[in-house]
C-alpha cells in the first residue's frame, strides 16, 4: 500500500498527559498537511511543510501543539498537556509540489479522545 | 483566497434515484474546487476537482460535478444513487494554494 499511513490510528490518554502521532506521507510527494476534524465538522487546517520545513502554521496551533519533519519524509505531531478540547481526528494528507488544483490524499486518521 | 459552503447537512435518496450534493463558493480569481468523500472512520478520499475548461466534471464511482460560474454554485450529482454512496461528503477549496478549506460536510444516507 502506497498511500499516506498515520500511526497510532486510536490515542485515548488522560488530560494533561502528552501524545505523539505519525504520519507516513505518499514517497515522491514533498507536501505534508495535518488537519484536525471534529465530530460533524469538516477538517481544519493546522499546518503543513514543504520538505521539512514548516511554512504555515494555523491559529488553531496552540503553543501546547508542535510539528516536524526532520528529514522531509515522515512527520509527528506532538500535543502536550493535553485537554479534553483536543479529542478530535487529527488527518494528515500529502501532495505533489505546488501546481495550482493539486489535490491531497489524505491518511485514516489519528482519533484522539482525552479523558 | 477561496471558501466554500455546503447548505445542507443532510440528503437522503431512495436507491436508484439520482443524488445532488449542493455547494456554493466564494472566490477572489479562478476557483479550484474540490470534492472529497469520507466512509466511516476512514480518511478523506478525491472524488473530482474542477480547474478549468469543462463546466461538467466526471470523477470516481461515477460521480460528476457541474462548475456554474453564474450561480456560484459546483453542486456533486450521480444519475443513479447505491446504498453504498453513503458517507459523508465534503466541498473543498486552496486558500491562498496552501491548505485547503473544507466546508462542513454533507451527510448523505441511500435508502434501500
Known amino acids: 500500500d502506497t498511500g499516506v499511513s498515520q500511526n497510532p490510528r486510536h490515542k485515548i490518554t488522560k488530560r494533561g498527559q502528552n501524545v505523539t502521532f505519525r504520519c507516513d506521507p505518499i514517497s515522491e510527494h514533498n507536501r505534508l498537511y495535518w488537519y484536525r476534524q471534529t465530530l460533524g465538522q469538516g477538517p481544519e487546517f493546522l499546518t503543513y511543510f514543504q520538505n521539512e520545513a514548516q511554512l504555515e502554521k494555523s491559529r488553531l496551533l496552540s503553543d501546547r501543539f508542535s510539528a516536524e519533519r526532520p528529514k522531509g519524509s515522515f512527520s509527528t505531531l506532538e500535543i502536550q498537556r493535553t485537554e479534553q478540547g483536543d479529542s478530535a481526528m487529527y488527518l494528515c494528507?500529502?501532495?505533489?509540489?505546488?501546481?495550482?488544483?493539486?489535490?491531497?490524499?489524505f491518511g485514516p486518521g489519528t482519533r484522539l479522545t482525552v479523558t | 483566497a477561496q471558501s466554500v459552503a455546503q447548505p445542507e447537512d443532510q440528503v437522503n435518496v431512495a436507491e436508484g434515484n439520482p443524488l445532488t450534493v449542493k455547494c456554493t463558493y466564494s472566490?477572489?480569481?479562478?476557483?479550484?474546487l474540490f470534492w472529497y468523500v469520507q466512509y466511516p472512520n476512514r480518511g478523506l478520499q478525491f472524488l473530482l476537482k474542477y480547474i478549468t475548461g469543462d463546466n461538467l466534471v466526471k470523477g470516481s464511482y461515477g460521480f460528476e460535478a457541474e462548475f456554474n460560474k453564474s450561480q456560484t454554485s459546483f453542486h456533486l450529482k450521480k444519475p443513479s444513487a447505491l446504498v453504498s454512496d453513503s458517507a459523508l461528503y465534503f466541498c473543498?477549496?486552496?486558500?491562498?494554494?496552501?491548505?485547503?478549506?473544507f466546508g462542513a460536510g454533507t451527510r448523505l444516507t441511500v435508502k434501500p
Open positions: 472566490v477572489s480569481g479562478n476557483p479550484y
Open positions: 494528507a500529502s501532495s505533489t509540489p505546488l501546481r495550482p488544483g493539486g489535490e491531497q490524499y
Open positions: 473543498a477549496a486552496p486558500y491562498n494554494n496552501n491548505d485547503m478549506r
